[in-house]
């Protein structure tokens, strides 16, 4: 199993600003995960964090908007940048093993962004 | 694509009823299925899983049962409790580039009532 450690747990933004999210896994992963679940919805996949190389994004999530980082194989970063309204939602970060190392997916609390 | 189809919720029983929350799926290959659970103001956590064909994942009382013939993994639970109310996501993962890449359904809230 992963224990994933993410912050801040929540935060409440001005309209315009950005915020990073943390990410720290208490193992080494080759890959981790960023999602988003907007309020009453289900998880949608920003984007994939492979350590050494730039972040894979999904359909409808840009670079320039979710801007990641991945140092090390332990931790990761996302920035949501230019904040508005509609970017409110609970950002989590998850791992999963490569090669059947794990066949579950571990989550984060996941961070609860407010922009007002 | 791989994809879960879950029925909406909410869903609102009386304590001690019988819970079943549907799921089916669409995948190639071979995908392992779960449900996790997210508790009011928490994370997502993994309820149960099963892995191959007619696997039957339990946990705390519930269990899903893979069915390959009816591409399904319904969630059931004999005696639901207030503290079951939470939403469930049911959700698969299949082998996409050389990682466990994961599907999940929409949720179905199930909330509880003494």
């Known amino acids: 199993s992963a224990v994933i450690s993410q912050k801040p747990s929540r935060d409440i933004c001005q309209r315009g600003t950005s915020l990073t999210i943390q990410c720290q896994v208490d193992?080494?992963?080759?890959?981790m995960f960023w999602y988003r679940q907007q309020p009453g919805q289900s998880l949608t996949l920003i984007a994939t964090a492979n350590q050494g190389s730039e972040a894979t994004y999904e359909s409808g999530f840009v670079i320039d908007k979710f801007p990641i980082s991945r140092p090390n194989l332990t931790f990761s970063t996302l920035t949501v940048s230019n904040m508005s309204p509609e970017d409110s939602s609970i950002y989590l970060c998850?791992?999963?093993?490569?090669?059947?190392?794990?066949?579950?997916?571990?989550f984060g609390q996941g961070t609860r962004l407010t922009v007002v | 694509g791989d994809s879960v189809t879950q029925m909406e919720g909410p869903v609102t029983l009386s304590e001690e009823a019988f819970l079943t929350i549907n799921c089916t799926y669409t995948a190639t290959g071979y995908p392992s299925l779960f449900w996790y659970v997210q508790y009011p103001g928490e994370g997502l956590q993994l309820l149960l899983k099963a892995t191959k064909a007619d696997d039957k994942g339990s946990n705390k009382g519930f269990e899903a049962t893979y069915r390959k013939e009816t591409t399904s993994f319904h969630l059931e639970k004999g005696s639901v409790q207030v503290s079951d109310s939470a939403v469930y996501f049911c959700?698969?993962?299949?082998?996409?580039?050389?990682?466990?890449?994961?599907?999940f359904g929409i949720g179905t809230k199930l909330q509880v009532i003494p």
């Open positions: 998850s791992v999963s093993g490569t090669g059947g190392a794990y066949t579950e997916a571990f």
């Open positions: 959700a698969l993962s299949s082998n996409s580039g050389g990682y466990q890449k994961v599907t």
């Open positions: 193992s080494q992963v080759t890959m």
